[in-house]
């Protein structure tokens, strides 16, 4: 099992950054990406980044929706087996309960290993 922890969420007006931080534990050995999704009222749960290890030492692959490209940014500490997702110029929009996910990626076929307790982000204009 794996076990996942987030902390950093919080409230921020429009513009502000904010900077979640996920710790694993547990089956480190089972996933080989962390992701971080989120979820708003009323919608389906969402990508929002995703960080994936090939085994060589800087070349992973990162993957970012969209709607955040260019505002956002993943990052992993292997060695404290911890990934991060760093906001910045947040906007109402982003306003969403955010998990942290351990995911194991091969090819195409994404499985979801584990999931953290989610982390309420509030963007107010």
């Known amino acids: 099992q794996v076990q996942l922890v987030e902390s950093g969420g919080g409230s921020v007006q429009a513009g502000g950054s904010l900077r979640l931080s996920c710790a694993a534990s547990?089956?480190?050995?089972?996933?080989?990406?962390m992701g971080w999704y989120r979820q708003a009222p009323g919608k389906q749960r969402e990508l929002v980044a995703r960080?994936?290890?090939?085994?060589?030492?800087?070349?992973?692959?990162?993957k970012y929706a969209d709607s955040v490209k260019g505002r956002f940014t993943i990052s992993r500490d292997n060695a404290k087996n911890t990934a991060y997702l760093q906001m910045n110029n947040l906007k109402p929009e982003d306003t969403a309960v955010y998990y942290c996910?351990?995911?194991?990626?091969?090819?195409?076929?994404?499985?979801?290993?584990?999931w953290g307790q989610g982390t309420q982000v509030t963007v107010s204009s």
């Open positions: 996910a351990a995911d194991s990626v091969i090819m195409s076929t994404i499985r979801h290993v584990g």
């Open positions: 547990g089956s480190i050995l089972s996933f080989n990406a």
């Open positions: 960080i994936t290890d090939s085994g060589i030492p800087n070349s992973g692959s990162i």
